[in-house]
């Protein structure tokens, strides 16, 4: 049986002078710029885009920004953690160096490489041309003592170690001119001094076409292993019965082969010199690498030029999405460069490297992998434009 005494204590009335104090309390809230929540997601923001804590300024001005009452949105709070001097000292630093090197280390000092990844960043430069563009970043004239130079790092170790801030601190050179090569032969970072260095020293030039995939299509040759293409364009160091097994080329080395060689052929012309510490360009002679090892099958394809050829545009490498309106094929790496930076595979590559390199984790589940489809779409139709991502993968992840 219930007790009635009890029950009316239940509904006992709220005393008018406590509904008072509630809503006072209320109004306080609401009146508050920028309450706990807002303060520690743009603490956690900062934090992603700078990887250092915030002024008490700053992060009130970004708590302001994503508090929904009040003008500006999340990304501009993102945009703000991006003026500090971190974001490009420090994490795009970070987030470039693993792909100028074989070991995909991040502890290597700045280099051309880098410092155009992180210049074009901050100046929005369309990031689909990464691969082809007649650029390089160097530090502002009179920042340090050594120039760019075609064979020393030193101009970029310099800048490195007398901390200048990178922000304000570069500007955009002709490539072609440091280099010392015709501009028709310049390819984005891939014909940067650290990209040469690591990828086009001695072997056969296919470091440079993987390590491409690895770092923009963040694939490796397994991956994209299709034994189902012509392997009329595989080079003739490459034996057709290794080990005397002819169902290991046919199973295994066609795989990879049957892609690579005819897209690897745009490099014919490249190579970095060991002793002169430098790119060399030597059209229209084809470098003797190509030949090695020739006579491990003397009827292979002999590679004659630069001309090169998509056969992933075909069978289960179309996933990858090249680009309808280009022809699959051309002459040079700059052309090949532009047919792979103008991919959806390039594009999501590198919005999946940003989610991971802010978020600290890979997408996991179809809402974050729904939200990497989002940001792909918006970074190829709004210019290619790398803060956006960034600034959009850090607000997605801000809750984390």
Known sequence: MQNKKYCKSETRPVKKSSRVFATLLIGAALMTPAHAGYVEQARRLHDRLAGVPPTEAVLQEMADAINPALPGNANSAATIAMNNKNFYNVTLKNFAAPWTNRD???????????ATVIGMIRDNVPFNTLLSHNITYVGRTGLV????????????????????DLQDGLEAASQAI??????AATAGVMTSRAASEAFFVAGTNRAMFRFTMLNHFCTDMEQLHDPK???????????RSPGGDSRL???????????????????AYYNFDEEALALEYTAPDVQPKYFNNDLNF??????PDDEWENYWRKGQNSYLGFEAGRPGSGSGAKSLGEELANSYAFAECQVKKTFRAVCLRDPENETDRNKVADIVTTFRGTGYRMKQVFADAAVYCMGD
């Open 298 to 303: 003397p009827q292979g394809f002999r590679t």
């Open 178 to 183: 440091i280099q010392g090569i015709p501009e």
């Open 104 to 114: 995909q280390s991040p502890f290597v000092p700045l280099n051309d490489y880098i």
């Open 229 to 239: 293409l012509p392997p009329d364009r595989i080079r003739q160091d490459v034996s």
């Open 145 to 164: 003592l050594a120039d760019p130079s075609p064979s020393s790092n030193v101009h970029y170790e310099q800048l490195e170690a007398n901390n200048i």
């Open 249 to 267: 080329f046919l199973n295994n080395c066609i795989g990879c082969h049957t892609g690579m060689d005819p897209m690897a052929q745009a490099f």
